[in-house]
């Protein structure tokens, strides 16, 4: 007797606290983002100073103060588009479900696919995705960065110690709410440690800064080798923002091969995601407290 078909009744859900669920995403005014976008990037240093006729020192009134000078840090910055591509082959149905399967398939693949190729650079086997997290050179285009150097700031260190060090410098350079990007693998790590917690649906550290939890992140390190086994590198940014297209498929005259009677669907949409003056790397030992 044959069993009867049916439609798959569970329902995907996205794993949370993924890449696109922790950036910035405004509203492009165009689609010409597409084609890739460039900023004027601003990072102040910032300094202080006095007014010598209204200060004391406790010792006498003070020198004439130093003269002002530039601190803020201006550069031309750049990122590039990646499409997120899902492939089906079947005999022809109509071109609602052909396009619906295609969607569902697309849908359960795109923010791993988007993360992989956010945290190593490469779409196609070619490294074409800037910025991106694992980068030992710098990349420009013209007076443009594209890439920049990820620096590492300890290596080896138990997680509360790593991360630390790492906020610290992302404070230092940055001086607002960043990005930790973390493997999932050293999740339970943080969270054995106390070092996240849920806030309003996203994951922050205890310096207050957004974690971003990839399942296709990679941890590899800046020099895009894997680490040893029980170790990963994390990253910190500046805040990120991301744009994204509408899903698009192929037209069915496209897809369909006569010889074969053969339904060729895809599904794609494309992203590019860039982020403000940071790239910090450190490398930690998972694993729980020992005391």
């Given at each position: 007797?044959?069993?009867?078909?049916?439609?798959?009744?569970?329902?995907?859900?996205?794993?949370?606290?993924?890449?696109?669920?922790?950036?910035?995403?405004?509203?492009?005014?165009?689609?010409?983002?597409?084609?890739g976008v460039t900023w004027i990037e601003r990072c102040p240093t910032g300094d202080t100073t006095y007014d010598e006729c209204l200060s004391v020192t406790g010792t006498g009134a003070p020198p004439e103060p130093p003269a002002k000078t530039p601190n803020v840090d201006q550069e031309f910055r750049g990122a590039t588009p990646v499409t997120v591509i899902a492939e089906f082959q079947c005999t022809p149905v109509?071109?609602?479900?052909?396009?619906?399967v295609a969607q569902d398939a697309l849908a359960r693949i795109e923010q791993h696919q988007l993360e992989?190729?956010?945290?190593?650079?490469?779409?196609?086997?070619?490294?074409?995705?800037?910025?991106?997290?694992?980068?030992?050179?710098?990349?420009?285009?013209?007076?443009?960065?594209?890439?920049?150097?990820?620096?590492?700031?300890?290596?080896?260190?138990?997680?509360?110690?790593?991360?630390?060090?790492?906020?610290q410098e992302l404070a230092d350079c940055y001086k607002?709410?960043?990005?930790?990007?973390?493997?999932?693998?050293?999740?339970?790590?943080?969270?054995?440690?106390?070092?996240?917690?849920e806030d309003g649906g996203r994951l922050v550290t205890p310096n207050g800064n957004l974690i971003v939890a990839g399942g296709g992140y990679t941890g590899t390190g800046p020099d895009g080798a894997t680490p040893a086994d029980g170790t990963t590198w994390i990253y910190a940014t500046g805040a990120a923002f991301g744009y994204r297209s509408n899903v698009y498929f192929?037209?069915?005259?496209?897809?369909?091969?006569?010889?074969?009677?053969?339904?060729?669907m895809q599904a794609e949409r494309t992203y590019l995601i860039g982020f403000e003056c940071c790239l910090l790397a450190a490398h930690i030992v998972l694993g729980v407290p020992t005391e």
């Amino acid at each position: 007797m044959a069993r009867q078909l049916i439609d798959l009744p569970a329902v995907f859900t996205p794993l949370p606290y993924g890449l696109w669920d922790s950036i910035q995403t405004p509203s492009p005014d165009s689609v010409h983002w597409q084609q890739g976008v460039t900023w004027i990037e601003r990072c102040p240093t910032g300094d202080t100073t006095y007014d010598e006729c209204l200060s004391v020192t406790g010792t006498g009134a003070p020198p004439e103060p130093p003269a002002k000078t530039p601190n803020v840090d201006q550069e031309f910055r750049g990122a590039t588009p990646v499409t997120v591509i899902a492939e089906f082959q079947c005999t022809p149905v109509g071109l609602g479900e052909a396009q619906s399967v295609a969607q569902d398939a697309l849908a359960r693949i795109e923010q791993h696919q988007l993360e992989t190729a956010f945290w190593t650079g490469p779409a196609a086997d070619q490294a074409v995705v800037f910025p991106h997290r694992a980068a030992d050179t710098e990349v420009l285009d013209g007076d443009v960065v594209l890439q920049s150097v990820a620096s590492p700031v300890v290596t080896g260190a138990d997680v509360a110690a790593a991360l630390g060090a790492l906020e610290q410098e992302l404070a230092d350079c940055y001086k607002g709410q960043g990005l930790i990007h973390v493997p999932r693998t050293a999740l339970p790590t943080l969270a054995a440690w106390k070092l996240v917690r849920e806030d309003g649906g996203r994951l922050v550290t205890p310096n207050g800064n957004l974690i971003v939890a990839g399942g296709g992140y990679t941890g590899t390190g800046p020099d895009g080798a894997t680490p040893a086994d029980g170790t990963t590198w994390i990253y910190a940014t500046g805040a990120a923002f991301g744009y994204r297209s509408n899903v698009y498929f192929t037209q069915v005259r496209d897809s369909l091969n006569r010889a074969t009677n053969t339904l060729r669907m895809q599904a794609e949409r494309t992203y590019l995601i860039g982020f403000e003056c940071c790239l910090l790397a450190a490398h930690i030992v998972l694993g729980v407290p020992t005391e």
